[in-house]
């Protein structure tokens, strides 16, 4: 499991960087019920829907 994926699974209110290299600012995403996405630029993190069902049980993530 790679460090992002384990301190998302490990760390409670733990959000990822901005993945896209060319933002301005590389702030922390906000989960939006289905994927991590960048407040600045709009990049959408890619985790297989597996990974996300996991991650919104653990932390009993409820998405209308």
Not at 20 to 45: L, Y
Request: glycine share 6%.
């Amino acid at each position: 499991m790679s460090i992002v994926r384990d301190n998302l699974m490990n760390k409670p209110g733990y959000t990822p960087y901005c993945g896209n290299e060319n933002c301005k600012d590389m702030p922390r995403t906000k989960f939006d019920g289905e994927q991590f996405v960048c407040p600045c630029c709009g990049w959408r993190s890619s985790f297989e829907k597996e990974f996300i069902d996991k991650y919104k049980e653990k932390w009993n993530i409820k998405v209308d």
